[in-house]
């Protein structure tokens, strides 16, 4: 029996986040027993690490459509031909001078499509091309808990955040990238910012599963808070940025060729790291699962 096989292995990798589990194999289908392990372990770590994959583009889209609805992202299009269209790349490689895959996803700390009505609840990648130099891997990516993070508010804090609404803002997310000079995706059309208009989402939010809260806020989407004054909103925002990415809520992933991680976007965000350039290549493939409106 594949189930009984299988034994599944979790292993701690930061104080507040990450864990990476052993003994799955994900080119083959899990039982039910392992499967509700990793969901387990996905509740409790935030950020699950498998090793070692060798996985076909279409097994991990039907790997991540166990975790909720497959979702076609609606802004930009990077799909893989021939497969469901929320199936995309995150690269910087050009083909006859042309980006196949999102080149600038991640420049900023941010939980993906925290503006719209419905955000990413889960986010799947599985690395296809490392860049190295010197036998090290580049283009890392960090995840903070924002669950970790709201534990650690102090009472006076969490009194003064309860309740407040924030703007999330992919417009915001555009005008940041402009400014930094990091945009490779083409400015923000109006078609596309009437998808996504500026969205107000509560500050500490509450998870589906678990009812753990977590901070949703990030410097990436965070423009602003319904009915507080401009500059006292971006100290206040810029203050619990900070605190929420310090060191002991961070686990910083060093990719390999094979690695599949796995994270929930309502306890993290996340932040890639720019140290490499072609002819240093990089890809990914991408999927996110839905989740529903936040509470
Ligand atoms: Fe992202």
């Known amino acids: 029996m594949t ?15 990450g864990a990476e589990i052993r003994g799955v194999d994900l080119a083959r289908v ?27 583009q279409q097994r991990q889209v039907d790997f991540a459509a166990q975790f909720g609805p497959l979702r076609t992202p609606p802004i930009y299009k990077y799909g893989v031909e021939g497969h469901h269209p929320g199936l995309h790349m995150v690269s910087n490689v050009l083909h006859n001078d042309r980006q196949i895959g999102l080149a600038d996803a ?8 925290a503006y719209m009505e419905r955000p990413v609840m889960y986010t799947f990648l ?3 091309e490392v860049p190295q130099t010197d036998g090290r891997s580049l283009g890392d990516t960090c995840f903070a808990s924002t669950a970790a993070a709201y534990d650690a508010l102090t009472p006076e804090m969490k009194r003064r955040i309860d309740g407040l609404r924030a703007v999330q803002s992919l417009r915001h ?19 596309q910012q009437e998808k996504a208009p500026d969205r107000s989402q509560p500050m500490v939010r509450t998870h589906p599963v678990t009812g753990r809260k977590s901070l ?41 060729v094979g690695d599949f991680v796995l ?33």
């Not at 808070?225 to 002991?248: N, Y």
């Not at 932040?271 to 490499?276: E, I, L, Q, V």
């Open 3 to 17: 189930e009984a096989a299988e034994s599944v292995e979790v292993v701690p990798l930061a104080e507040s986040l």
């Open 106 to 113: 991640g420049v900023f700390w941010h939980s993906d499509a």
């Open 216 to 256: 949703f806020i990030s410097e990436g989407h965070t423009c602003g808070i319904v009915g507080i004054p401009d500059i006292e909103a971006k100290t206040l925002l810029s203050e619990l940025c900070a605190f929420s990415t310090q060191p002991k809520f961070v686990y910083r992933h060093q990719w390999k």
């Open 30 to 56: 899990a039982g039910a027993h392992t499967m509700q392990s990793i969901k387990d372990a996905l509740n409790r770590y935030s950020v699950l690490v498998f090793r070692g994959q060798h996985i076909a």
């Open 173 to 191: 997310k555009y005008e940041k990238k402009i400014a930094a000079g990091v945009l490779k995706r083409g400015e923000l059309t109006k078609e």
């Open 126 to 128: 599985y690395a296809v």
């Open 263 to 295: 994270w929930d976007n309502a306890t993290t965000l996340h932040k890639a790291t720019f140290d490499y350039k072609l002819p240093q290549r990089r890809l990914l493939y991408r999927c996110t699962v839905e989740g529903g409106p936040v509470f």
